[in-house]
């Protein structure tokens, strides 16, 4: 599940939301699972700047669900800047695309 945001921003965009409430059920079913929060960035502005962009996306994250009662010990966020891009930063479609958090979840 891939996550979207503004442009140079750790707000989440509003679509957004509903896939993470549905996180949450599926979270407050299954009690051993853990999250890592994943965030990246496209590839324009300095690299630094995107490494501290994208941990801030993935902590966005992980404060939405635990204000929404997941507990933070399940919870992992790491950012990796623009270091794993999915798409072509050549395009504005690309660029949308790895402006991303991507949420894996294990036992």
Request: glycine letters at 6%; zero cysteines; hydrophobic letters at 35%.
């Amino acid at each position: 599940s891939k996550l979207f945001f503004e442009n140079n921003s750790d707000k989440l965009k509003v679509a957004s939301l509903s896939q993470l409430d549905a996180l949450i059920l599926i979270l407050n079913k299954y009690q051993a699972a853990k999250l890592t929060i994943e965030g990246h960035t496209d590839s324009v502005g300095a690299d630094d700047f995107n490494m501290t962009l994208s941990q801030k996306r993935s902590n966005s994250v992980k404060q939405y669900l635990i204000g929404k009662g997941i507990e933070e010990a399940r919870l992992t966020a790491i950012g990796f800047g623009e270091t794993k891009p999915v798409a072509t930063n050549n395009t504005a479609l690309g660029k949308a695309k790895n402006r991303r958090v991507e949420l894996k979840t294990n036992y």
